[in-house]
C-alpha cells in the first residue's frame, strides 16, 4: 500500500506507520532502574573532590577512588574544583564526602609550612576543599579524607601540619620512595577505632605517598584522636571525637589499583557503609 507525498511521488506505508505511537524512551520510570536510589536500600552517592590541572585545563580524578566507592556499594559523584559558593547545593544532594589526595596545601591556607621547591600547589583548590571540609563536619555528613583529604580536614578544623617529614623523622620511615614514587610502610592501629574495626587488625601494610605530616593539635572546638601511628610515631589518620563519621588517613587506600580483584579496601567500604546509614 502507497500514499501521495506532498511533491507527488509516492512513499510506502508500513506496519509501523498505522501502529499507535511509541512512547518515548526517556519515559520509563527511573525506579525501574535497578539500583538507582530505590527506597530503603538506595545506594550512597559519595562526593569525590577532583583536581585541576591548569595545563590541560581539566578536572581530574584517579580511577582508584571512584573504582573503591563502586566496589563498596557506593554511587561515586565527581565533584569539580569550583567557586567556595556551591558547597552548599554540592553537598546537599550527598550522602558521603570523599576528600582525595594531590597538592601540598599552600601555607597562605594552613600553619606550620612554607612553600618548598620541587612541590605543586593550588590555592583555588585549598579554599574550596577546607570550605567544603568545613561544612561537611559542621553537617555531620560521613566524611573520609585521603592523604591531602586528611590533611584539608585536619587544617579546616584550625590544626598545624609539618611541613617536610624527612626533617623530623631521621629517615626511620620512607613515607614516599621519592617525590614521583609510593613507598610501603606498616602501621600500628589504635584498639577499638573505626580504623581498627575496619581492617580487622591491630597493624597493616599501606602506600604512602606524602612528604607532609600532621602537627600537635590545637585548642580548637573539633577534636581529633590519632588513631594510626607510623614506626616513628608520626600520626597517620585521625578520627573525629564524637558520633560524626570522621576519618583521615595519611596513606592511600585507594592504591594499588586492581580492576581484576573487585574488592573494595576494608576502610573505605565502613565509610560508604556509614553514608548509607549503617553507623
Given at each position: 500500500?502507497?500514499?501521495?507525498?506532498?511533491?507527488?511521488?509516492?512513499?510506502?506505508?508500513?506496519?509501523?506507520?498505522?501502529?499507535?505511537?511509541?512512547?518515548?524512551?526517556?519515559?520509563?520510570p527511573a525506579l525501574a532502574i535497578p539500583g538507582i536510589r530505590q527506597g530503603p536500600a538506595m545506594k550512597p552517592r559519595i562526593g569525590i573532590t577532583a583536581r585541576f590541572r591548569t595545563a590541560i585545563q581539566s578536572h581530574s580524578l584517579h580511577r582508584?577512588?571512584?573504582?573503591?566507592?563502586?566496589?563498596?556499594g557506593g554511587i561515586p559523584v565527581v565533584i569539580p574544583c569550583v567557586d567556595e559558593s556551591l558547597c552548599a547545593p554540592l553537598l546537599s544532594s550527598l550522602e558521603g564526602l570523599l576528600l582525595t589526595g594531590g597538592e601540598d596545601i599552600d601555607p597562605a591556607h594552613c600553619t606550620g609550612t612554607t612553600r618548598q621547591s620541587g612541590y605543586q600547589y593550588h590555592p583555588t583548590r585549598d579554599a574550596f576543599e577546607l570550605a567544603l571540609a568545613e561544612a561537611a563536619?559542621?553537617?555531620g555528613l560521613p566524611t573520609l579524607g585521603i592523604c591531602r583529604g586528611c590533611q584539608i580536614l585536619y587544617t579546616a578544623t584550625g590544626n598545624p601540619l609539618i611541613p617536610h617529614i624527612p626533617d623530623v623523622n631521621a629517615g626511620l620511615v620512607a613515607h614516599r620512595t621519592s617525590i614521583s614514587e609510593t613507598s610501603r610502610h606498616r602501621v600500628t592501629l589504635t584498639e577499638g577505632s573505626k580504623v581498627a574495626r575496619a581492617y580487622g587488625e591491630r597493624s597493616v601494610e599501606v602506600t604512602s605517598y606524602h612528604h607532609q605530616g600532621l602537627g600537635d593539635q590545637g585548642s580548637g572546638a573539633y577534636r581529633w584522636q590519632v588513631t594510626a601511628r607510623s614506626d616513628d610515631t608520626l600520626a597517620e589518620a585521625?578520627?573525629?571525637?564524637?558520633?560524626?563519621?570522621?576519618?583521615g588517613v595519611l596513606w592511600h587506600p585507594e592504591l594499588p589499583v586492581d580492576p581484576a580483584e573487585g574488592l573494595a579496601d576494608p576502610l573505605i567500604s565502613a565509610f560508604?557503609?556509614?553514608a548509607a546509614g549503617g553507623r
Open positions: 500500500m502507497a500514499s501521495k507525498c506532498p511533491a507527488g511521488g509516492t512513499t510506502p506505508v508500513t506496519d509501523d506507520d498505522l501502529a499507535p505511537p511509541r512512547a518515548p524512551r526517556l519515559a520509563c582508584g577512588y571512584v573504582d573503591h566507592v563502586i566496589r563498596a563536619l559542621a553537617a585521625i578520627e573525629h571525637v564524637g558520633d560524626a563519621w570522621a576519618v560508604v557503609s556509614a
